[in-house]
Every structure is written in C-alpha cells, then in structure tokens.
C-alpha cells in the first residue's frame, strides 16, 4: 500500500519559516518525480515546486527565490521562507513515474499575524 504522509504545516507570521516534509512507504521513492502542489480555498490545486529523480528542479514564478525543494533517500522537503498571506493553503505531496500518480493528504499552512 502507498502512502505518503506530509507534515510541518502550521500557522506562521508573515515572514516567517516552516520546512514541510514528505515520507513515502510502499514506494521506491528515487525513481520518482516528486512534488508540492497547494491548494487555497475556492481556487484550484497549483504545482508549487517539483524535483526529479536526477534532482533537477522546477518552481512556481511566486516561490522563487523563497521555496526549496529538496529530497533524499526517504522523504522530501519543502523549506518555504519569507512566507505570504498568499501562501495560505493545503499543500500536497505528490509522486509521479510511469502511470502511477500518488497523493498525501495534505497538510494546512496558514501565514497570518
């Protein structure tokens, strides 16, 4: 059985820190392309940032230059910095390889003072 299971959501001031983390059973997470989708309410889910098996990267034009995305041999990470109001939403985790397309749950990130 797949899961994968985010945590490290919270409420944040704006400005502030949070590093979201991704742990993946029941896959073999390297060969996998990796992501971090969000979700504000009303709106539709975004890709936020992604990293391939060879570790290249991708981000959303908003993100960049605040976010990393980053993996290793049994999770991923989101460290997002100088957070936004606007970064206010569910952020997802998600795996890609061949015609397999996994899901985690979610995990709330809100930035409010």
């Known amino acids: 059985q797949v899961q994968l299971v985010e945590s490290g959501g919270g409420l944040v001031q704006p400005g502030g820190s949070l590093r979201l983390s991704c742990a993946a059973s029941?896959?073999?997470?390297?060969?996998?392309?990796m992501g971090w989708y969000r979700q504000a309410p009303g709106k539709q889910r975004e890709l936020v940032a992604d990293?391939?098996?060879?570790?290249a990267t991708n981000y959303q034009n908003s993100v960049k230059g605040r976010f990393t995305i980053s993996r290793d041999n049994a999770k991923v990470y989101l460290q997002m910095n100088s957070l936004k109001p606007e970064d206010t939403a569910v952020y997802y985790c998600?795996?890609?390889?061949?015609?397999?397309?996994?899901w985690g749950q979610g995990t709330q990130v809100t930035v409010s003072s």
């Open positions: 029941g896959i073999i997470l390297s060969v996998y392309t």
């Open positions: 998600n795996g890609k390889y061949s015609i397999n397309d996994y």
């Open positions: 990293i391939t098996r060879s570790g």
